[in-house]
């Protein structure tokens, strides 16, 4: 009886461990499909813009770059999120857990630069 509650010692840490990276995984995937959006939505304007044929499709430029950059983000968020659930699962299997809060730093001043470069963006268009 003792190996067996052995066994399911970490379960909840570990099922906990795999929500939060899945969790990122579900934050990447909707970065990615939300630049793709934006990429398409570019696409279609410029297509608006020939059609009536005006010249202002810089704008629309920026547009394209912006989604390019959200889908990278997509993926780089993949990438960082799978090492945090592997370093989380190597602290979990050795019984030593202490938090490691450099990932969530780096990520947080991406996103802050990122939100900060679409704010000026926005503001200088309008």
């Given at each position: 009886m003792a190996t067996?509650?052995?066994?399911f010692e970490n379960a909840r840490e570990h099922l906990a461990n795999?929500?939060?990276f899945l969790a990122w995984v579900r934050t990447s995937i909707a970065l990615m499909g939300f630049g793709f959006v934006i990429v398409k939505?570019?696409?279609f304007l410029e297509q608006i813009t020939l059609t009536f044929k005006t010249k202002e499709i810089t704008s629309m430029e920026y547009?394209?770059?912006v989604g390019i950059i959200m889908v990278t983000l997509g993926l780089i968020f993949t990438i960082l999120a799978y090492i945090q659930y592997?370093?989380?699962e190597k602290r979990l299997n050795s019984k030593f857990y202490a938090?490691?809060?450099r990932l969530y730093l780096l990520l947080t001043l991406i996103m802050l630069t990122g939100g900060a470069s679409l704010i000026i963006y926005l503001f200088l268009s309008v």
């Open positions: 067996k509650n052995n066994h795999e929500r939060t939505f570019s696409l547009g394209e770059n592997k370093n989380n938090p490691n809060s």
